[in-house]
């Protein structure tokens, strides 16, 4: 048990569907965080959310649309993406901003 | 902006010697933290270490020591007695004391080999 869940493990999508990629912590943390993993790249910040309110959006195309209902939950929700949207997606979560962050196992997404 | 350097995209040490993976860092802000994750195959990225940087001390986690050179914006992490679980992807990473606007930065990360 991480202390942080994702759901699903794996997710093939074709660049017409809609899906969401769903993440969950039992950590009590303040702040979630979604992550791109692509090969041979640094992990890119895609958002982040503290108490619930999205405090970050590096320029995240708005194909991917991130959802915070409680401080517990955070959702990826994808449309209409791209074959190079393809990676491993990682959420996190940390007690406060500049805290350790305590990672989930991931969801690797394939765009076809 | 901050930044996160790893030199070495692959390292490779024989069970139960010492290694030594480099990290350099830049950032224009003085109070910092910064931290070494571990990504087994499994994926899930695991901390092993954490810095802050107003202290001089370097911190150490069992077998697993830094190298804080804060003039040099160098943070080396050695780990002592590799073991075959060692093995994985090792990020290192710099956060701003106040968050920053990056958050979290990464560098490319070390691939790790542990050879029995």
């Known amino acids: 048990e991480t202390g942080v869940t994702q759901t699903p493990r794996h997710l093939v999508m074709g660049m017409t569907n809609k899906k969401s990629l769903k993440c969950e912590q039992h950590l009590g943390h303040n702040a979630m965080y979604w992550y791109k993993q692509s090969a041979k790249k640094p992990l890119e910040l895609m958002f982040v959310y503290s108490l619930e309110e999205r405090v970050e959006n590096n320029s995240v195309p708005s194909r991917f649309s991130p959802e915070c209902p409680n401080s517990s939950h955070l959702f990826l929700h994808l449309h209409t993406l791209q074959p190079e949207d393809s990676a491993l997606y990682l959420c996190?979560?940390?007690?406060?901003?500049?805290?350790?962050?305590?990672f989930g196992n991931g969801t690797r997404l394939t765009v076809t | 902006a901050q930044t996160v350097t790893q030199s070495q995209p692959e390292m490779s040490v024989q069970e139960a010697e010492t290694v030594t993976l480099s990290c350099t860092y830049d950032t224009s802000e003085s109070d910092y933290y910064l931290f070494w994750y571990k990504q087994p195959p499994s994926r899930q990225m695991i901390l092993v270490i954490r810095?802050?940087?107003?202290?001089?001390q370097n911190a150490t986690e069992n077998r697993f020591s830094v190298n804080f050179q804060k003039a040099a914006k160098s943070f080396s992490l050695k780990i002592s007695d590799s073991q075959l679980g060692d093995a994985a992807m090792y990020f290192c990473?710099?956060?701003?004391?106040?968050?920053?606007?990056?958050?979290?930065?990464f560098g490319k990360g070390t691939h790790l080999i542990i050879q029995p």
């Open positions: 990473a710099l956060i701003e004391a106040g968050g920053g606007a990056d958050g979290l930065t």
């Open positions: 810095q802050e940087a107003y202290k001089q």
């Open positions: 996190a979560s940390s007690q406060l901003i500049n805290s350790p962050l305590h």
